[in-house]
């Protein structure tokens, strides 16, 4: 069963407006998580993250949402560039002392200019 | 810097190969991961390493699969008698800290795509 879960496989967005990805999850252990970004050919790459202890964390233009009570998280890229096209993955890692990362399947971002 | 290296970036086995996988961590990093991401699906855990010590060996698929960190630096993935289900992306992370930092942040390589025919 998959604890995490990007439910979009790809999501197109026009340059300049707002790209929203969206990660669920069903392991109420998770207290961390993170969004990873994808080139081709390349490895995953660290974005941001949140503690379960906020709601909101912010880097640029890059915001994440966590809503506990619905075990849900959101990445926003507001505006949304061209060199954003990649793979997002969700990931998330449960309790003090924890370094497993879950990771969710990946949701393919398109910006189109 | 350098980041996180591994080598080769392809391999083609014959089913019943056994193959060798290396990682090259970001220098002076103690932690070490290493993760198998099939086609269409995110990287899943396979095993940690602190230093030379293997601490979780727990996401390994099977006995064929080996990891080893001899000098707490490189590392290798060894898959004896490979199968058609091991083929995927075989993704090597490191970390600067010890074992239990969640906030660490985990560098990734770009991977091995291990094809068995």
């Known amino acids: 069963d998959q604890q995490v879960k990007q439910n979009s496989p790809s999501l197109s967005v026009q340059e300049g407006r707002i790209s929203i990805l969206n990660c669920d999850y069903t392991n109420s252990m998770f207290d961390y998580f993170l969004w990873y970004k994808k080139y081709p050919a390349e490895g995953p790459t660290f974005l941001i993250s949140?503690?379960?202890?906020?709601d909101k964390n912010e880097d640029g233009r890059f915001t994440v949402f966590l809503n506990k009570s619905a075990k849900h998280l959101s990445l926003h890229i507001v505006p949304s560039q061209p060199g954003d096209s990649a793979v997002y993955f969700c990931a998330a890692s449960a309790g003090a002392g924890s370094y497993q990362l879950t990771f969710g399947k990946g949701t393919k971002l398109s910006v189109i200019p | 810097g350098a980041g996180v290296s591994q080598s080769p970036r392809y391999k083609v086995a014959k089913r019943g190969q056994d193959v060798a996988l290396r990682c090259d961590p970001i220098?002076?990093?103690?932690?070490l991961f290493w993760y198998q991401q099939a086609l269409g699906q995110g990287p899943e855990f396979l095993t940690y390493f602190q230093n030379e010590a293997q601490l979780d060996k727990s996401g390994l698929p099977s006995d064929r699969f080996f990891a080893e960190r001899p000098e707490g630096s490189v590392s290798t993935l060894k898959i004896q008698r490979t199968q058609q289900e091991d083929s995927a992306v075989y993704l090597c992370?490191?970390?600067?800290?010890?074992?239990?930092?969640?906030?660490?942040?985990?560098?990734f390589g770009p991977g091995t795509r291990l094809t068995v025919l």
């Open positions: 220098s002076g990093h103690v932690s």
């Open positions: 949140i503690s379960s202890i906020k």
């Open positions: 992370a490191s970390s600067p800290g010890l074992a239990g930092v969640n906030t660490d942040t985990q560098y």
